[in-house]
């Protein structure tokens, strides 16, 4: 059978399905569409990042595929109503990559708490801004607050307990005495409570019409004072001008942005020289070890799918 992957995958992962299928992987195609659809048109099964856009001309040219690999968890490039009508089966890589952005979303919380870490160039060059710099806050003792409790919010939870934070979620789809509240230690609020008690907030939620600028203008005011913001989920759960106006007003104390509403972020945005905001280019579930988990998964789950 023949498997088209048209963005990177780890080399170990294409060698397993070499093994069994002709294999065309060539990370260039996502930014070739004419290519692209040429390719799928002879595709049992594509495998995909989050660039290649399974929709439309290119759903139009997958007349023989059966289905649809995803190297990560948000299937928002996934047309997936469309996919099953033409019978595509698709397959994300739930929880694969989870341990990575659990990670960044505490590392991004102490360092936001903190405020003392961009302080390398003037320390190198003689300046002392010890008094400038003392006023960081501990993260021990606050409380975080989980915008869906997913793979990712439950996991994030687990970190966060470890670092001696109270720990509050919201996620309307699971019932509030789902054991995984109890057994994490977290307590199920509505989201107007969570935003009004935590310090951080970090948003796990999928982009659906419901979680579209569910962090706009009167959402972020809601926020506590001096609270943070951690978006690792998708650019568009937040209204990025209104929090740029959060952030230089001072109400928010800082923001960490994984994701943005145009990926990449086009030079010049609003989001330019914000006090205390770390910007990353879509990374926090890409790491060495969930690469390799991620791949792999999909590869196992590719090769049982086509069998
Ligand atoms: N930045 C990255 O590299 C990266 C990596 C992995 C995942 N992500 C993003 O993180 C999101 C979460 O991933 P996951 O693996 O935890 O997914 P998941 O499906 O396990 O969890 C998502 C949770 O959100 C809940 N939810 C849906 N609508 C909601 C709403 N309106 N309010 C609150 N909760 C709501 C769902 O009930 C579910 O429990 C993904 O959809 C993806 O967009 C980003």
New binding site residues.
């Given amino acids: 059978m023949h498997i088209l992957i048209s963005e990177f995958m780890d080399e170990r992962a294409v060698a397993l399905l070499r093994a069994q299928h002709e294999v065309v992987h060539d990370p260039k195609l996502v930014d070739d569409p004419a290519r692209l659809r040429a390719e799928a048109a002879s595709a049992d099964a594509i495998i995909v990042r989050n660039r290649t856009q399974v929709r439309g001309d290119l759903l139009e040219a997958l007349v023989r595929c059966r289905v649809v690999g995803r190297l990560?968890?948000?299937l928002?490039n996934i047309d997936v109503p469309g996919c099953e009508a033409r019978g595509m089966r698709v397959i994300p890589a739930?929880?694969a990559?989870?341990q990575s952005?659990a990670e960044y979303v505490i590392a991004a919380a102490l360092l936001l708490l903190r405020g003392a870490y961009q302080s390398t160039a003037a320390v190198a060059a003689g300046a002392w801004p010890r008094t400038a710099l003392g006023n960081g806050r501990e993260i021990g003792g606050r409380t975080l607050g989980l915008?869906?409790?997913?793979?990712?919010?439950q996991l994030t939870a687990r970190l966060a307990r470890g670092v001696g934070m109270s720990v509050v979620a919201?996620?309307?789809?699971?019932n509030a005495a789902d054991s995984a509240f109890g057994e994490g230690g977290v307590r199920a609020v509505s989201?107007d409570e969570l935003v009004a008690t935590a310090d951080v907030v970090s948003l796990?939620?999928?982009?659906?019409d419901?979680?579209r600028h569910?962090f706009d203008a009167q959402r972020l005011a809601a926020m506590r004072k001096g609270a943070v913001l951690v978006n690792?989920?998708?650019g568009a759960v937040v209204d990025e001008a209104a929090l740029a106006t959060a952030l230089r007003s001072g109400h928010l104390g800082g923001a960490a942005l994984?994701?943005f509403e145009r990926e990449p972020l086009p030079a010049g945005s609003v989001l330019v020289d914000c006090p205390n905001l770390l910007l990353t280019p879509?990374?926090?579930?890409?790491s060495v070890e969930s690469n390799d988990r991620v791949s792999s998964l999909i590869a196992h789950q590719v090769i049982e799918a086509l069998s």
């Fill in positions: 990560g968890v948000g928002d739930t929880g990559n989870a952005v915008v869906g409790f997913g793979s990712i919010g919201h996620d309307p789809l699971m989201l796990h939620v999928p982009l659906l419901s979680t569910l690792s989920a998708r994984d994701v879509h990374i926090a579930g890409v």
